[in-house]
């Protein structure tokens, strides 16, 4: 059983950072490892992927400013958020699956079948 608990959420003014961290059990090193996030009134969106093989996928709104990394001696995923805009406010969730599809695909909610609880994140202007 994949079990997924993410921590590191909190509030920043625009332009600051916050670092994520999604602890992860029950999973392979081989799954598809995700971050999502949903504001009030919006679907969840995918922010950012990690493939089994280090290939890292993007949404546009967040390239040059996210990054995902995952230490496996830690079992943890992370995302750092840097340059931090009002717009980035939502839960975020960590996710997984066995298989995600690459680039634009490993994006996609429909893939992910385990998803942790999330953790808030709010940016004031």
């Known amino acids: 059983q994949v079990q997924l608990a993410e921590s590191g959420g909190g509030s920043v003014q625009a332009g600051g950072s916050l670092r994520l961290s999604c602890a992860a059990s029950?999973?392979?090193?081989?799954?598809?490892m995700g971050w999502f996030r949903q504001a009030p009134g919006k679907e969840r969106e995918g922010v950012a992927a990690?493939?089994?093989?280090?290939?890292?996928s993007y949404a546009d709104s967040v390239k040059g400013r996210f990054t995902i990394s995952q230490d496996n001696a830690k079992n943890t995923l992370y995302l750092q958020m840097n340059s931090l805009k009002p717009e980035d406010t939502a839960m975020y969730y960590c996710?997984?699956?066995?298989?995600?599809?690459?680039?634009?695909?490993?994006?996609?909610?429909?893939?992910?079948?385990?998803w942790g609880q999330g953790t808030q994140v709010t940016v004031s202007s």
């Open positions: 996710a997984a699956t066995a298989y995600c599809g690459t680039g634009y695909y490993s994006l996609l909610r429909r893939w992910y079948n385990y």
């Open positions: 029950g999973y392979s090193y081989s799954y598809c």
């Open positions: 990690l493939l089994s093989y280090s290939e890292t």
